[in-house]
């Protein structure tokens, strides 16, 4: 499986962008997806994760009430809207498919990643 992020860009303080995650093929085993970051010095950090039939999601505290995570399996694809951006929301946002853990939070648990698509807030 192969994982494809686009939607990245520069933006101000309290704009939006939509990033999207294609993927070759969802695996039979209808399992969760989610979407990491990763800032220049820090570790991973999960950001958020949606069930396979996408009504059941979770957020990281930093996004909650600003970042709205959805997929259509129709499509094979993930989405993440993001709104009102902080310049700490920079970073480089990596969509991750096949989760096999109930601890969603974990990158490990997460068999598929993509290249990652820079997102940059900044005045």
């Known amino acids: 499986i192969q994982l494809v992020e686009s939607g990245g860009g520069v933006v101000l303080p309290g704009g939006e962008l939509r990033l999207s995650c294609a993927a070759s093929r969802l695996n039979s085993g209808r399992s969760a997806m989610g979407w990491f970051r990763q800032a220049p010095g820090k570790e991973r950090e999960w950001v958020s994760t949606v069930s396979w039939s996408g009504t059941t999601t979770y957020y990281a505290d930093s996004v909650k009430g600003r970042f709205l995570i959805s997929r259509d399996n129709a499509k094979n694809s993930l989405y993440l809207q993001m709104n009102n951006l902080k310049p700490e929301d920079t970073a480089v946002y990596y969509c991750?498919?096949?989760?096999?853990?109930?601890?969603?939070?974990?990158?490990?648990?997460?068999?598929?990643w993509g290249q990652g698509t820079q997102v940059t807030v900044s005045s």
């Open positions: 991750a498919s096949d989760l096999s853990d109930p601890n969603y939070r974990d990158p490990r648990n997460y068999q598929y």
